[in-house]
């Protein structure tokens, strides 16, 4: 059962344009959600993240949106540059302590082309 | 700062052979986690420390041990290794104590087991 789910597997984008990337989760105790970033051959890099007491959170270019009721995240990216052209992979996380959980999507992969 | 440092980058086994991937990191951090990655299945969590001389059991733990004697160290072992461990295998670190927030990711190590 898939917690976490990016059902887009992959997105092509003009540079200069916006990329929109979509998360949806089913788990209504996720209180923390993170995006990563992935180029080939490297590890997940830290992109941006919010908590489920705030609807958004900007950080440059990005962009994070929280939509609780319909449990459901995106992440903007304005203007979209070909460096943004990764994997982006969406993750949730619950619970207390060394309860506390990570659940991760199975990732977009973004095409920014020139 | 290095960050978190993975060695080796590549490495191809026998089915039934040992072998530890290393894994360092020189941010102090407390919370050190080890991950594969599979197409179509994500990144899962396979093991994790809280700290020197703690560690417990991820997601997928079934055929690798891990021991953490420093903060800095976290090595995972495959005892025998299955064709089913290739992978690309990462090391996280974070400044957590707990899952569920911004993780800083080696580079990885791609693993094929023949």
């Known amino acids: 059962d898939q917690q976490v789910k990016q059902n887009s597997p992959s997105l092509s984008v003009q540079e200069g344009r916006i990329s929109i990337l979509n998360c949806d989760y089913t788990n209504s105790m996720f209180d923390y959600f993170l995006w990563y970033k992935k180029y080939p051959a490297e590890g997940p890099t830290f992109l941006i993240s919010i908590s489920s007491i705030k609807d958004k959170n900007e950080d440059g270019r990005f962009t994070v949106f929280l939509n609780k009721s319909a449990k459901h995240l995106s992440l903007h990216i304005v203007p979209s540059q070909p460096g943004d052209s990764a994997v982006y992979f969406c993750a949730a996380s619950r619970g207390a302590g060394n309860n506390r959980k990570l659940i991760w999507g199975l990732g977009t992969s973004l095409a920014v082309n020139p | 700062n290095a960050g978190v440092t993975q060695t080796p980058k590549f490495q191809v086994l026998k089915t039934g052979q040992s072998m530890t991937l290393q894994c360092a990191q020189d941010?102090?951090?407390?919370?050190m986690s080890w991950y594969r990655q599979d197409p179509g299945m994500g990144l899962r969590l396979i093991h994790y420390?809280?700290?020197?001389?703690?560690?417990d059991q991820g997601e997928v733990p079934n055929g690798y041990n891990v021991s953490r004697s420093t903060t800095e160290d976290f090595p995972l072992r495959l005892l025998s290794a299955a064709p089913s461990q290739t992978s690309v295998y990462f090391c996280?670190?974070?400044?957590?104590?707990?899952?569920?927030?911004?993780?800083?990711f080696g580079p990885g190590t791609r693993l094929t087991v023949t």
């Open positions: 941010m102090n951090h407390e919370y």
């Open positions: 420390s809280v700290g020197a001389g703690i560690t």
């Open positions: 996280a670190s974070s400044y957590s104590y707990y899952q569920g927030y911004e993780q800083y």
